[in-house]
């Protein structure tokens, strides 16, 4: 008796939270409900590996099992009630988290973890075509396993065994939503990408939208709703060229876009009938947006009506959207992928711990320069105490990094072998220049950091923006605008009915403002300041202690701007090249040095 008793304990415990085992459990907020419409979405971005959640932060520590029951159990509530539930993928699925890219062949877990999640459609990032595996992974695996929703409207690919050029996926899908019966015609489309490896062939969308195929799907008539889903920005000149093509020929027929590539929540009004949603990064958020006043095969054109949600990808909102609650929520297939995804993460030894942060470290919340900034403490700590060539011994040096070499902020707490991944998913590693006169070599930094034009005129690629990161893009130039707007926000907040009062201060987080307002964000959110930082953030290290004005310096910065330093010291009037570079610390690249700073320093916290 007592035993079956507590073994049904031990069941319902047991299934009565999934998400990863050490992750922290989400906290309870205020939410705004979602609106459902004839046909609803839900949609990902940008997820870069992060399919095991952020184990770290309550906000966002749902896994892709959570994602799987979540998709699940709100179709078969909608489903239920005669409407349609989509998924929609718009990659970069690759690069930027351990589960991806601790494993040899990297992705080893992931493809299999991904494809278990329904997608309807589903399309390609600039990330899975750098290197030639990635994308052969991508027409090998991730397209057969979606055959009838990968959309590859702009790439093609060297197949692997043939050696013929082929279109990565098909190039547009058409089909008709299972409930109401809604007419879809779906494009997959990349931005104008042109740093892939040479087994992949982008072409530019202004080419793409001339091909007769193209010109054919835009002018079908048995269209109830055209679905754009691209790797792009939602405010790109891709996605204005693809707008004003299908405009320019069906005047009235609605257009949803699906966009994503800046790491950020938006969502853009078109026109009158059309919308675009840009669903965030690293799995920190799930999409919803819903139509309603559809027409379809068997009703009359209406007006259409467009709504969209951001969600905090944790299990409190999960819960609350789909109705359910932990006991009903979890399914046997939603937890087997949770399991699976932990499983990974121990093979990989993903946890293993090099040391521990005594503070948080940001990229953009904490003003730089400041205690808290993760760019200060790599200027004042981590260069000084491990840049370090035992060929050049200990002449004076430079150290200058980019901000876009970092990925992600670093928490209070265990810096693991994931973190690593995490905080700098890049593989590059440092180069030199020896003996540089000082007196040039002082003004290269503030040229990275100010003299964008010069660079851009010089060469249109070189557009200086590229070195910072690219969430950067979505905060603006001005920081005290941001502040105000943000205080204003956080008043209309006050005003705005929420589905739950609130007596317990609000959790900092997203508070998204874009066209249709200020109301987007599921969760109810106090905001969190953004600042930005520089282009490039330098070391001066002077191990004797010199007069440097009449020195010469080794100037040492990682290998991604090497462009930029060489066109900047040519400004300075320096002329080297290529040639003249050599690495510096060859084994080691800033993932591993940072790795090896934190074993040295930070071991003795945990
Ligand atoms: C590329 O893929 C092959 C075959 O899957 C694998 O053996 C190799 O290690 C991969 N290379 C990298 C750099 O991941
Ligand atoms: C791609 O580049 C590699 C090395 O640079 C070369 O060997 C190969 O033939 C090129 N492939 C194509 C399809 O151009
Ligand atoms: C979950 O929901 C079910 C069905 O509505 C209900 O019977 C059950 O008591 C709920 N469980 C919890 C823990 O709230
Ligand atoms: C659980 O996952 C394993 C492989 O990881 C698979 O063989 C099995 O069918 C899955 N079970 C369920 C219920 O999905
Ligand atoms: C750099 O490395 C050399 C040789 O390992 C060592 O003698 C020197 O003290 C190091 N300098 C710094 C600043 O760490």
Redesign the pocket.
């Given at each position: 008796m007592f035993s079956t008793t507590w073994l049904a304990f031990a069941l319902l415990a047991s299934q009565g939270f999934a998400a990863q085992p050490n992750a922290a459990e989400p906290l309870e907020a205020p939410l705004r409900d979602l609106k459902f419409g004839q046909v609803n979405f839900l949609h990902t971005t940008d997820t870069h590996g992060w399919h095991a959640g952020h184990l770290l932060e309550p906000s966002f520590s749902a896994d892709w099992g959570d994602y799987v029951d979540f998709a699940d159990r709100l179709r078969e509530k909608l489903e239920g009630e005669g409407r349609d539930l989509l998924l929609i993928d718009t990659g970069d699925r690759v690069e930027g988290n351990g589960l991806y890219d601790a494993s040899d062949p990297k992705g080893l877990f992931t493809f299999d973890i991904f494809r278990e999640q329904h997608m309807d459609i589903i399309c390609s990032g600039n990330h899975e075509l750098y290197k030639k595996n990635s994308s052969d992974n991508e027409y090998l695996i991730t397209a057969p396993a979606y055959a009838d929703s990968y959309v590859s409207s702009n790439i093609d690919i060297v197949d692997p065994t043939t050696g013929e050029v082929v279109p990565l996926a098909p190039r547009y899908k058409k089909f008709t939503t299972k409930k109401q019966g809604v007419r879809i015609m779906a494009f997959g489309f990349l931005y104008n990408f042109n740093r892939n490896d040479n087994n992949t062939i982008v072409q530019r969308v202004e080419q793409t939208i001339k091909e007769e195929w193209f010109q054919q799907a835009i002018r079908d008539r048995e269209v109830d709703l055209f679905v754009v889903i691209g790797h792009a920005a939602v405010r790109s000149e891709e996605f204005d060229m693809i707008f004003r093509a299908i405009r320019s020929v069906q005047w009235d027929t609605p257009i949803q876009f699906f966009g994503g590539h800046y790491h950020i929540r938006d969502y853009r009004k078109f026109d009158r009938k059309s919308y675009g949603l840009a669903s965030g990064r690293f799995m920190e958020t799930i999409g919803f947006q819903s139509i309603d006043g559809l027409s379809s095969k068997s009703s009359a054109k209406a007006s259409p009506t467009f709504f969209r949600r951001y969600i905090d990808n944790n299990l409190y909102s999960l819960y609350h959207h789909s109705d359910q609650n932990a006991s009903t929520f979890h399914s046997a297939r939603g937890q087997n992928i949770t399991k699976a995804i932990e499983e990974a993460r121990n093979a990989l030894d993903l946890d293993e711990t090099f040391g521990c942060a005594q503070r948080d470290l940001w990229m953009n919340r904490a003003k730089y320069p400041s205690k808290n900034s993760i760019f200060s403490w790599l200027e004042e700590q981590v260069f000084p105490g491990i840049v370090?060539d035992?060929h050049r011994?200990?002449r004076p040096r430079l150290v200058i990094s980019n901000t876009g070499a970092i990925r992600f902020d670093i928490f209070k707490g265990p810096f693991t072998k994931d973190s690593t991944f995490i905080v700098c998913p890049f593989t590059s590693g440092f180069h030199y220049l020896k003996d540089v006169p000082y007196n040039q070599a002082k003004k290269l930094l503030p040229l990275l950091n100010s003299g964008g034009e010069i660079f851009e005129t010089f060469d249109p690629s070189l557009a200086v923006w590229k070195m910072s990161p690219p969430d950067q893009l979505g905060i603006p130039e001005d920081i005290v605008v941001l502040e105000e707007r943000m205080s204003e926000h956080l008043f209309n907040h006050e005003q705005t009915p929420i589905s739950e009062s609130t007596d317990r201060p609000l959790i900092p987080g997203y508070t998204t403002v874009d066209d249709t307002g200020d109301d987007g964000d599921d969760t109810v959110h106090s905001p969190i300041s953004f600042y930005r930082v520089p282009n490039c953030i330098q070391s001066v290290i002077n191990?004797g202690n010199v007069d440097l004005e009449d020195e010469v310096v080794d100037v040492v910065f990682n290998e991604f701007i090497q462009p930029w330093v060489l066109l900047g010291l040519k400004f300075l009037g320096l002329d080297y090249s290529d040639e003249d570079v050599d690495k510096y610390m060859p084994d080691d690249t800033m993932t591993t040095i940072i790795a090896k700073w934190v074993s040295m320093n930070w071991a003795d916290n945990c």
């Amino acid at each position: 008796m007592f035993s079956t008793t507590w073994l049904a304990f031990a069941l319902l415990a047991s299934q009565g939270f999934a998400a990863q085992p050490n992750a922290a459990e989400p906290l309870e907020a205020p939410l705004r409900d979602l609106k459902f419409g004839q046909v609803n979405f839900l949609h990902t971005t940008d997820t870069h590996g992060w399919h095991a959640g952020h184990l770290l932060e309550p906000s966002f520590s749902a896994d892709w099992g959570d994602y799987v029951d979540f998709a699940d159990r709100l179709r078969e509530k909608l489903e239920g009630e005669g409407r349609d539930l989509l998924l929609i993928d718009t990659g970069d699925r690759v690069e930027g988290n351990g589960l991806y890219d601790a494993s040899d062949p990297k992705g080893l877990f992931t493809f299999d973890i991904f494809r278990e999640q329904h997608m309807d459609i589903i399309c390609s990032g600039n990330h899975e075509l750098y290197k030639k595996n990635s994308s052969d992974n991508e027409y090998l695996i991730t397209a057969p396993a979606y055959a009838d929703s990968y959309v590859s409207s702009n790439i093609d690919i060297v197949d692997p065994t043939t050696g013929e050029v082929v279109p990565l996926a098909p190039r547009y899908k058409k089909f008709t939503t299972k409930k109401q019966g809604v007419r879809i015609m779906a494009f997959g489309f990349l931005y104008n990408f042109n740093r892939n490896d040479n087994n992949t062939i982008v072409q530019r969308v202004e080419q793409t939208i001339k091909e007769e195929w193209f010109q054919q799907a835009i002018r079908d008539r048995e269209v109830d709703l055209f679905v754009v889903i691209g790797h792009a920005a939602v405010r790109s000149e891709e996605f204005d060229m693809i707008f004003r093509a299908i405009r320019s020929v069906q005047w009235d027929t609605p257009i949803q876009f699906f966009g994503g590539h800046y790491h950020i929540r938006d969502y853009r009004k078109f026109d009158r009938k059309s919308y675009g949603l840009a669903s965030g990064r690293f799995m920190e958020t799930i999409g919803f947006q819903s139509i309603d006043g559809l027409s379809s095969k068997s009703s009359a054109k209406a007006s259409p009506t467009f709504f969209r949600r951001y969600i905090d990808n944790n299990l409190y909102s999960l819960y609350h959207h789909s109705d359910q609650n932990a006991s009903t929520f979890h399914s046997a297939r939603g937890q087997n992928i949770t399991k699976a995804i932990e499983e990974a993460r121990n093979a990989l030894d993903l946890d293993e711990t090099f040391g521990c942060a005594q503070r948080d470290l940001w990229m953009n919340r904490a003003k730089y320069p400041s205690k808290n900034s993760i760019f200060s403490w790599l200027e004042e700590q981590v260069f000084p105490g491990i840049v370090n060539d035992t060929h050049r011994g200990d002449r004076p040096r430079l150290v200058i990094s980019n901000t876009g070499a970092i990925r992600f902020d670093i928490f209070k707490g265990p810096f693991t072998k994931d973190s690593t991944f995490i905080v700098c998913p890049f593989t590059s590693g440092f180069h030199y220049l020896k003996d540089v006169p000082y007196n040039q070599a002082k003004k290269l930094l503030p040229l990275l950091n100010s003299g964008g034009e010069i660079f851009e005129t010089f060469d249109p690629s070189l557009a200086v923006w590229k070195m910072s990161p690219p969430d950067q893009l979505g905060i603006p130039e001005d920081i005290v605008v941001l502040e105000e707007r943000m205080s204003e926000h956080l008043f209309n907040h006050e005003q705005t009915p929420i589905s739950e009062s609130t007596d317990r201060p609000l959790i900092p987080g997203y508070t998204t403002v874009d066209d249709t307002g200020d109301d987007g964000d599921d969760t109810v959110h106090s905001p969190i300041s953004f600042y930005r930082v520089p282009n490039c953030i330098q070391s001066v290290i002077n191990p004797g202690n010199v007069d440097l004005e009449d020195e010469v310096v080794d100037v040492v910065f990682n290998e991604f701007i090497q462009p930029w330093v060489l066109l900047g010291l040519k400004f300075l009037g320096l002329d080297y090249s290529d040639e003249d570079v050599d690495k510096y610390m060859p084994d080691d690249t800033m993932t591993t040095i940072i790795a090896k700073w934190v074993s040295m320093n930070w071991a003795d916290n945990c």
